[in-house]
């Protein structure tokens, strides 16, 4: 059974009719240009590939996030703490990492506190 990836766009956007339909998958786009990039989900193609390891992707974006392993940019940042991402999925992920640490963190404070006052 073939798994099901998300593909950018299929997501149906306000105000804008799916028309093009992928044949092979009950999913509908809004562009052509989103469906073709969809098909290559099933056809295994990886059209851009990288200069520097040879690792290849479906999307020009997936190739352009693998490069920063090479160049080391991290153009994602989190101002509380200065630490660099170079995805956002990543510096999102951190982002609510440190806030349940400091939840917990107050949660510990305010239970103490409560505790002396009783």
Do not use: W
């Amino acid at each position: 059974m073939e798994e099901k990836k998300e593909t950018p766009g299929a997501q149906k956007p306000k105000g804008r009719e799916r028309r093009h339909s992928c044949q092979q998958c009950d999913k509908s786009f809004t562009t052509s240009g989103t469906l073709k990039s969809h098909l290559l989900i099933h056809t295994g193609e990886k059209p851009y590939s990288c200069e520097e390891c040879g690792k290849t992707f479906t999307q020009s974006g997936g190739l352009k996030t693998h490069q920063r392993i090479h160049t080391g940019e991290k153009p994602y940042s989190f101002e509380e703490c200065g630490t660099t991402f170079t995805q956002p999925g990543d510096l999102k992920t951190h982002q609510l990492f440190i806030l349940e640490k400091n939840l917990i963190a107050v949660k510990s404070v305010v239970k103490r506190s409560l505790n002396q006052v009783l």
